[in-house]
T-cell receptor, first 114, second 116 residues
Framework: AQSVTQLGSHVSVSEGALVLLRCNYSSSVPPYLFWYVQYPNQGLQLLLK??????LVKGINGFEAEFKKSETSFHLTKPSAHMSDAAEYFCAVRATSGTYKYIFGTGTRLKVLA | DAGVIQSPRHEVTEMGQEVTLRCKPISGHDYLFWYRQTMMRGLELLIYFNNNVPIDDSGMPEDRFSAKMPNASFSTLKIQPSEPRDSAVYFC??????????????FGPGTRLTVT
């Protein structure tokens, strides 16, 4: 069975500092991986996705993530945090065949300090 | 495109009443998903459809919950009778399964349900 673990339910960074949100997955074969962002009172919006092409994936708003098979990780990073990045971030995994179910992590709430 | 449309955005009802949540997926998308989000349980998949047919409803909590998709542009999630523990934000999402480059799901704005 597939699963995804997000380390840290809350992360605080200073404006301009590096953002690092951690995601580890469990899957018998490399899956498809996604990062979504949720702003208050809104639905989830796709930030970026890994679908077995390049291992370093660039997304919107300056975010990127690197797929590391050896570490079963797909951490989300951004070199310099903006106040507008404050939101909740979800990592999700989906099997490459058989099912279209996504398994979402429990989310990491990012706080950006002025 | 207008994106995934959900209605109502907010619903307040009394315990025991029937609640119907509505969703219009993005045109051309052949997968539709219903999720529930709570503080305690996070984001849970309730059911998903492919070409209007329910594929996996293992996440539906109990018989009080039912979902239908009568056509490609409309789906409903019904709770009858509703209970206070059903209070949550319910999201609908859609995706296009045929396009290998478009596996991502597009989420609607959600319906915030409060059962008193």
């Amino acid at each position: 069975a597939q699963s995804v673990t997000q380390l840290g339910s809350h992360v605080s960074v200073s404006e301009g500092a590096l953002v690092l949100l951690r995601c580890n997955y469990s899957s018998s074969v490399p899956p498809y991986l996604f990062w979504y962002v949720q702003y208050p009172n809104q639905g989830l919006q796709l930030l970026l996705k890994y679908t077995s092409a390049a291992t370093l994936v660039k997304g919107i708003n300056g975010f990127e993530a690197e797929f590391k098979k050896s570490e079963t990780s797909f951490h989300l990073t951004k070199p310099s945090a903006h106040m507008s990045d404050a939101a909740e971030y979800f990592c999700a995994v989906r099997a490459t065949s058989g099912t279209y179910k996504y398994i979402f992590g429990t989310g990491t709430r990012l706080k950006v300090l002025a | 495109d207008a994106g995934v449309i959900q209605s109502p955005r907010h619903e307040v009802t009394e315990m025991g009443q029937e609640v119907t949540l509505r969703c219009k997926p993005i045109s051309g998308h052949d997968y539709l998903f219903w999720y529930r989000q709570t503080m305690m349980r996070g984001l849970e998949l309730l059911i998903y459809f492919n070409n209007n047919v329910p594929i996996d409803d293992s996440g539906m909590p109990e018989d009080r919950f039912s979902a239908k998709m009568p056509n490609a542009s409309f789906s409903t999630l019904k709770i009858q009778p509703s209970e206070p523990r059903d209070s949550a934000v319910y999201f609908c999402a859609s995706s296009r399964g045929r396009d290998r480059a478009s596996y991502e799901q597009y989420f609607g704005p959600g319906t915030r349900l409060t059962v008193t």
